[in-house]
């Protein structure tokens, strides 16, 4: 999703609750009497449980969010096969048009875990580390799903002349650009400098590691699909701001074992923000 995390005085859009979350009714009738502890959040209302003593997670999106967990289940289904991913046991519309997605649990914890943010460097570099391994396990040869650049100017085109775009959720460093000039922006992507199966959210939180401070696996899979390998690395990068401060998103490119890229980075990260 665009912008979730602080930049100044910016407020987190997608962080760990911080205080008691009402459970949703299609999430108590999926979890019975089991307890579910709200462990994320985000600014589109979705929720993810965990169920204690059974090494599962419950996501759950309200209707008309606009998050994709059938198509994460699809995604994560097809994935699995080749990286470390969450193993989907089950997913669904409840009647009231929310979606909801449960997984297995997967070893690691979040890179935004308290203990690795007081770790950036840790952090960041296994987020590369991973992001690579990841670009390199995915085959594209047979991906059935497409998150080119071309296919998401498209959706931006059409989010606009629908007149649901709103700038004033992108980021800062984007509002001051009206829709229209930011659409002329993004009108010619750059070549593709390597085609690769992007995971489509690679922001900080959704790189798990363990112990040792090697990454484990990913998460939040509703985008993954063919694209330059820039789509990720744009964000990836923009998240370690958010998330760990300044001056990281070398580092990351480093572990990753790429060059920065102005070009490519800028046009990414506007993308995202306009379609993401």
Known sequence: MPFDG??????????APDGPVEMPAAVKLIVGGRIARCVWRNALGGLTFEIPGSAQYLKWAPAGSGLRLLDEATRLRWVRS?????????AGTADDGSTWLLTAKVSGTTAVDER??????????AIGEGLRAFHEAVPTSGCPFDWSAQRRVERARRIANAGEMHPESWHPSHRDLGVDEALALVAEPPPVERLVVCHGDACAPNTLIDSTGRWTAHVDLGSTGTADLWSDLAVATWSTQWNYGPHWEEELLDAYGIQHDAERTRFYRLLWDLVD
Do not use: H
């Not at 602080?6 to 962080?15: D, F, K, R, S, V």
């Not at 080749?82 to 089950?90: G, R, Y």
């Open 6 to 15: 602080p930049i100044g005085e910016e407020a987190w859009l997608a962080a």
């Open 116 to 125: 690795l943010k007081a770790s950036p460097r840790i952090a960041v570099r």
């Open 82 to 90: 080749f990286t470390p991913v969450p193993e989907v046991l089950d």
